[in-house]
């Protein structure tokens, strides 16, 4: 595969990644299920874009040495590639997220019901 499609696959997986934890963030923040104006949309975006990538960076630099045993192919010296830590934390981000917005609905809908 072509060094750039893998990139752009990347980029693509961080930006979505950042919309599911700005989406999450909202909803745990306001209580709402949609944005309220493309500008507040647009904050929560880039602000779980950025947190999403700085957190992929220190995802890869605290594991990517060790990532190498785990990796199917064989990778030239001591380094992981870092299109494969950034969608290995991406699809970890976005999976905690959704957990994240499950058990807060959830414990929010049974708390009300036990609130007698």
Known sequence: MPSNM?????NWL?????????????????????FGSF?????HWFAGY???????????ASIGPLMRRFHGTPIKGNATPIDDAL????????????????LADMGAGHAESLGD
């Open 87 to 102: 969608i290995a934390w991406c699809l970890a981000v976005i999976l905690c997220a959704l957990a994240v917005l499950l």
């Open 50 to 60: 950025v947190a999403v990538g700085i957190g992929g960076g220190i995802f890869y």
């Open 14 to 34: 961080l930006a979505f990644a950042g919309l599911v934890v700005g989406y999450v963030r909202m909803h745990i923040q306001y209580h709402r299920y949609s």
């Open 6 to 10: 893998n990139n752009s696959r990347t």
């Open 39 to 43: 500008r507040e949309f647009a904050g």
